[in-house]
């Protein structure tokens, strides 16, 4: 039978081994500390090392959690650091995928396909990244920088370490639902980068290389309930100029002489 079994405080469906994701039920104020109550009842994910060893216990503490509404997927983090002084920030621009900075965030196998992947990480800057992966993360580059889409990210840094609070719109995934019951795969993920050390969700063996840590064949299969696949509307103002003029030719029809210049301008919402 599908029951439910409990390891960690994680709730797992026994027949698949299949995370049962809980629903928040009140609101999150998007600030980076995770301290609302929509998050009093919600489990920090089994984490391990995945790199330099495999399966140890990470060298600091992490706190992952997850969970979701009728319209976003939250994920938190609260990456404790006690040398926070060394956390490292080495770019501020959006999509720079440096090693050197420390990172936070999630691969979402929306289709639950194995095979391909969006990822969403932060830096402790507020640092937005965002991709997508393909071919099972094999190859030389198996990954696409220039997808961009709708999601917000919170961060703070301080003396404990940093911490993050993301919000992704389901508008922003692509998925199939069956009556609102959804399937995706998840890898949730943590960089040190001063102990070349990473930090998953599942425990995900690193014998495939440099990007074994994004193989969504490796994700954890994640159930969701009354959700919906939807096309998102995304409302953009912009605004619109135009310059005009107009000239006349003088008696002898020798030359022409400007009259009238006209501007204008119009603000409009698409």
Not at 30 to 37: A, F, H, R, T, V
Not at 118 to 132: E, V
Request: proline share 6%; hydrophobic share 35%; net charge positive.
């Amino acid at each position: 039978s599908d029951l439910l079994f409990i390891t960690g405080g994680v709730k797992f469906s026994r027949a698949k081994n299949q995370l049962v994701l809980p629903r928040i039920n009140d609101p999150v104020t998007l600030d980076g500390i995770s301290n609302e109550k929509a998050w009093e009842n919600i489990e920090p994910l089994p984490v391990v090392m995945h790199i330099p060893n495999f399966k140890n216990k990470p060298s600091e503490r992490t706190e992952i959690l997850i969970g979701y509404d009728n319209d976003f997927l939250y994920l938190a983090g609260r990456l404790y650091d006690r040398e926070s002084s060394k956390i490292q920030v080495a770019s501020q621009k959006r999509d720079d995928m440096k090693g050197s900075n420390s990172w936070f965030g999630i691969f979402i196998d929306s289709f639950n396909d194995k095979e391909n992947a969006l990822a969403f990480l932060a830096a402790p800057s507020g640092l937005r990244l965002d991709f997508t992966v393909f071919n099972d993360a094999q190859g030389h580059s198996p990954y696409n920088l220039s997808w961009n889409t709708f999601w917000d990210v919170k961060t703070v840094l301080n003396n404990e370490g940093w911490f993050v609070e993301m919000r992704i719109p389901f508008s922003s995934l692509k998925f199939q639902d069956n009556e609102g019951r959804v399937i995706m795969g998840i890898i949730a993920w943590r960089t040190i980068p001063r102990k070349n050390e990473k930090i998953t969700f599942p425990a995900i063996p690193p014998k495939w290389g440099w990007s074994s840590s994004w193989k969504p064949s490796q994700a954890q299969e994640v159930v969701l309930e009354g959700i919906y696949s939807r096309k998102p509307l995304h409302i953009t103002p912009y605004l619109s100029g135009g310059l005009g003029q107009s000239s006349e030719s003088n008696q002898a029809n020798t030359t022409y002489t400007k009259v009238k210049v006209v501007c204008h301008f119009k603000k409009i919402q698409k």
